[in-house]
């Protein structure tokens, strides 16, 4: 019998249904070598064995976030925050306070847009100048919080060349004001116009922003990430190599974005593929936008009409989800609006029979907004529905007013384990923090910022939640071998929260982490 590198004695939540609850477990060469009671864990304890005795605290397999964009997190991680700003003003003040620590002609990068925190409809024909007021020289470009918008000054259109005559890219819209100039605000593809005029980091700076988010991940109990592709490809070397060190704080299963399926398949990259530690993911598919922006793609149009748009639209998926299977990568696909849900249902459908002869586990990111007909497919066809509890926080304002009479089927994360579908829980960070516990509070709880909740009937309970960061999402990834689970024979990753998250979530904090038995994280 192998002597133990760690062994933990306490309550341990096992999150397998076989044996959930047990009283030790022991790590070995990077593996769980045993899991039980405590009296059996004696013989795996030697000289140079640690032994940590919960008082109080519970250790769980430690969590997979199942949906990250890992490198822009770190970047992002060394911008401007304006995700606490309560005021277009406030925002304004914070950007003008950067201004004055940025050498004259860096760019001021910030994230956390979002008018609907700031109590406005929109910033109107000002939004420039608002910017130029408080920066008129150094280019400002302002991430919205999910992503899919942008508001930029003067001096960043500027070098972007974008004007008067600048024509709307595909997917994507130039705000104008009434004479036809650009008012600043970038909706979905236009942003990239200003963003690809942005210096790209360094290696070295890749190289920190990879440690840092590395290590604001295990702060949380993470120990996987789900990586949703949509980096450069300078991200994605630095990743794979940082990834790929017995050092880094994560595992990382990475996608590749569907336009590359070409490229992958001409050099045989495949989902599974590398080592224990890293490897390639599904390829990446976009359905449609987001809620907050009316972007997502809707059966019935918003109050206040559109009905969203389809970006990777009906006859792409049917012509490029095949290429996908053929070349051996997961189907990953981002669907929001309850349209764009049925049209990847309705493509994983016609291509079932390939995907699940290749062993397949397709999936769609965030699920977010279901036409009752279509919950139960998830279940019926095995497609896991990966969603990110948090987002549900900052989206009650905006259900309630985009599609009030819809409210009920909002993140229907009760009615989908009910019919059989698995599901996987991340965080989309950048787009929110990747706080787990507030994503286990945030699934449970259901409540936005003012107390209101959001279809409280598909609330879950704690260990449904847990499972979710836990069995489901190792399940997404053909992980359940190996990750999710503390038995026997599994990998050696842990969290030890600070009380029974059975009991209560609220003051839950991470105490500590363990990657392959190494600790990543000591509070
Ligand atoms: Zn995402």
């Known amino acids: 019998m192998a002597v133990a590198d760690l062994v933990l004695v306490g309550t341990v939540l096992t999150m397998d249904p076989q044996a959930p609850v047990a009283e030790a477990v022991a790590v070995a060469g990077g593996r769980i070598a045993y899991v039980g009671e405590r009296g059996g864990v004696d013989a795996h304890i030697g000289s140079g064995t640690r032994v940590l005795e919960l008082a109080g605290e519970v250790a769980l397999p430690g969590f997979h976030d199942a949906h990250v964009h890992l490198t822009q997190h770190g970047v992002e991680l060394s911008q401007l925050d304006l995700s606490s700003t309560r005021s277009v003003g406030e925002a304004v003040a914070r950007i003008a306070e950067r201004s004055r620590r940025t050498p004259a002609g860096g760019w001021i990068l910030a994230g956390g847009f979002a008018l609907q925190r700031w109590g406005e409809t929109t910033l109107g024909a000002d939004a420039r100048a608002l910017l130029d007021a408080a920066t008129p020289d150094r280019p400002v470009l302002v991430r919205s919080q999910d992503h899919h918008s942008a508001w930029a000054n003067g001096a ?266 698995r599901l996987a829980f991340g965080s989309d960070t950048p787009v929110a923090e990747p706080d787990v516990l507030a994503g286990l509070r945030a699934a449970c709880d259901r409540a936005g910022p003012a107390g209101r909740a959001l279809a409280p009937g598909q609330a879950l309970e704690p260990l449904q939640a847990l499972a979710a960061y836990t069995t489901g999402a190792a399940h997404g990834i053909a992980w359940e071998h190996r990750s999710g689970k503390l038995a026997r024979g599994f990998d050696a990753d842990l969290v030890v929260l600070s009380h029974d998250p059975r009991r209560s979530l609220e003051d839950l904090s991470v105490r500590a982490t363990f990657l392959a038995g190494r600790q990543t994280f000591s509070a």
């Open 156 to 421: 960043a259109l500027r070098l972007a060349g974008v004007g008067h005559h600048t024509l709307d890219p595909a997917n994507g819209t130039i705000v104008r004001d009434g004479g036809g100039a650009p008012t600043g605000l970038l909706l979905e593809r236009a942003l990239e116009l200003v963003w690809r005029c942005v210096p790209a980091p360094t290696p070295a700076e890749l190289r920190a922003a990879l440690a840092a988010a590395g290590a604001d991940l295990a702060r949380r109990g993470v120990t996987t990430v789900h990586h949703m592709a949509y980096e450069p490809p300078s991200y994605w070397r630095e990743l794979a190599a940082a990834a790929s060190q017995e050092t880094y704080p994560l595992r990382v299963w990475a996608c590749v974005p569907q336009e590359d399926i070409e490229h992958a398949a001409a050099l045989g990259v495949a989902t599974g593929q590398g080592g224990e530690r890293f490897q390639v993911g599904g390829a990446k598919f976009f359905a449609d936008g987001a809620l907050g922006s009316r972007t997502a793609w809707m059966l019935e149009p918003y109050a206040g009409g559109g009905s969203g748009v389809s970006v990777d639209g009906p006859e792409v998926l049917a012509e490029r989800f095949p290429l996908a299977i053929a070349a051996g990568l997961t189907p990953v696909t981002h669907a929001i609006g309850d349209a764009a849900n049925r049209a990847v249902l309705d493509a994983l459908e016609r291509t079932a029979a390939a995907w699940r002869a290749a062993g397949m586990r397709p999936r769609i990111e965030h699920a977010q907004h279901l036409h009752p007909d279509d919950v139960a497919r998830f279940g019926r066809l095995g497609v896991t529905a990966s969603m990110q509890p948090v987002h549900l926080t900052f989206d009650v304002d905006s259900v309630h007013d985009l599609l009030p009479d819809r409210e009920a089927r909002a993140y229907p994360m009760r009615a989908l384990l009910e019919t059989g579908a």
